[in-house]
């Protein structure tokens, strides 16, 4: 799968221009998803210009609030989501644990509510500079994944993305990302019964120079893309060539 997470950029202009070249000029695959994540304003009007389109992309929100605190001004629902055509939804972005200060416990709420209401989680993971730098990846990763409650985890998706490569352009090399999703992976196979592999998608300065290296690892299932993700042509080039 390969996911564009659009964070908060954008305006309709730009994405009806977008979603024309990508439907245009993508070749989607089964097997394969093309995920769009735009924020949370656009989904609607999204999803009526992909209607319009031959093409199945499918529609991610970067949001969902949990029923921690409820009412909650602000707040948008896994039920909203799935009624606006939301079919996948990312949670614990580093940028939300770290500007938004969730919780483990919150996090986990959104995970179960977005599993409730049928939207696959994109559940993202990974290590701080200085964490990597004191040898701390592991014990940072098993403690963001023990918020997933093990009757959920087969449904879920996980993203490494490690803080440090997030839009500083300094990707994660193959082989490290190769040993830490190989190490998630080892992980539920050795704490539950799921028999399936979990998928583990990679995020991180992904971009036209890495992201082949990267997909072609059969650790790696899937792409998590946010800044090269913007321009239409970078995108679609690294969804047909991947
Ligand atoms: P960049 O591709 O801009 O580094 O962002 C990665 C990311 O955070 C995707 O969720």
Same mark, same amino acid.
């Given at each position: 799968?390969?996911?564009?997470? #659009?964070?908060?950029?954008? &305006?309709? %202009?730009?994405?009806?221009? #977008?979603?024309?070249?990508?439907?245009?000029?993508?070749?989607?695959?089964?097997?394969?998803?093309?995920?769009? !994540?735009?924020? &949370?304003?656009?989904?609607?009007?999204?999803?009526?210009?992909?209607?319009?389109?031959?093409?199945?992309? @499918?529609?991610? &929100?970067?949001?969902?609030?949990?029923?921690?605190?409820?009412?909650?001004?602000?707040?948008?629902?896994? +039920?909203?989501?799935? +009624?606006?055509? !939301?079919?996948?939804?990312?949670?614990?972005? $580093?940028?939300? @644990?770290?500007?938004?200060?969730? &919780?483990?416990?919150?996090?986990?709420?959104?995970?179960?509510?977005?599993?409730?209401?049928?939207?696959?989680?994109?559940?993202?993971?990974?290590?701080?500079?200085?964490?990597?730098?004191?040898?701390?990846?592991? +014990?940072?990763?098993? %403690?963001?994944?023990?918020?997933?409650?093990?009757?959920?985890?087969?449904?879920?998706?996980?993203?490494?993305?490690?803080? #440090?490569?997030?839009?500083?352009? +300094? $990707?994660?090399?193959? $082989?490290?990302? %190769?040993?830490?999703?190989?190490?998630?992976?080892?992980?539920?196979?050795?704490?539950?019964?799921?028999?399936?592999?979990?998928?583990?998608?990679?995020?991180? =300065?992904?971009?036209?120079?890495?992201?082949?290296?990267?997909?072609?690892? =059969?650790?790696?299932?899937? *792409?998590?893309?946010?800044?090269?993700? *913007?321009?239409?042509?970078?995108?679609?080039?690294?969804?047909?060539? $991947?």
């Amino acid at each position: 799968m390969i996911i564009a997470n #659009w964070k908060m950029n954008g &305006s309709k %202009e730009l994405i009806e221009v #977008w979603l024309n070249f990508v439907s245009k000029n993508i070749k989607i695959i089964d097997g394969k998803d093309c995920i769009f !994540c735009p924020p &949370s304003c656009y989904i609607d009007f999204s999803k009526h210009l992909i209607e319009k389109t031959n093409q199945s992309i @499918r529609l991610g &929100s970067q949001e969902l609030d949990s029923l921690l605190s409820k009412p909650l001004t602000g707040g948008i629902t896994a +039920e909203m989501l799935v +009624e606006v055509g !939301c079919s996948f939804v990312i949670i614990g972005h $580093s940028e939300q @644990r770290i500007h938004l200060n969730e &919780s483990n416990e919150l996090l986990s709420n959104k995970l179960v509510s977005a599993i409730d209401n049928n939207l696959t989680p994109i559940y993202c993971v990974g290590e701080t500079a200085k964490q990597k730098k004191s040898n701390q990846t592991k +014990e940072v990763l098993l %403690e963001q994944l023990d918020v997933i409650q093990s009757q959920i985890i087969d449904k879920c998706i996980i993203a490494y993305e490690p803080v #440090w490569a997030i839009g500083t352009g +300094e $990707s994660a090399e193959i $082989s490290y990302i %190769e040993e830490v999703h190989s190490f998630i992976k080892e992980e539920f196979k050795n704490t539950t019964d799921f028999s399936k592999e979990i998928s583990v998608v990679y995020g991180g =300065s992904v971009n036209l120079e890495n992201y082949k290296e990267t997909y072609n690892s =059969s650790q790696v299932d899937g *792409l998590l893309i946010g800044g090269a993700s *913007l321009n239409h042509s970078t995108f679609t080039k690294i969804y047909n060539m $991947s």
